[in-house]
């Protein structure tokens, strides 16, 4: 069980998304409470990672394999 206090104006525009939508404030809060703690486990686990030795391969590098992959099937 968790309980939280909101700032009136937010608290106003969560009762009128679930109003509107006919979805309760809990699932509204519970998604976004999920997302979140989704992207910060991919932070910590990419910070960790970042810590760990091993070879890096530059974003550019991997932009270049995914666009060849593509190509690559697009001609066979």
Not at 3 to 12: F, G, I, V
Not at 41 to 54: I, Q, V
Request: aromatic residues 6%.
């Amino acid at each position: 069980m968790l309980a939280l206090r909101l700032p009136p104006d937010l608290e106003k525009r969560l009762e009128a998304l679930a109003a509107k939508t006919g979805r309760t404030k809990s699932y509204y809060a519970r998604e976004a409470i999920l997302e979140k703690i989704e992207d910060l486990e991919d932070y910590y686990l990419a910070e960790e990672r970042l810590k760990t030795p091993g070879k890096r391969i530059a974003w550019e590098e991997v932009k270049g394999q995914l666009s060849d992959d593509g190509d690559d099937e697009a001609a066979a």
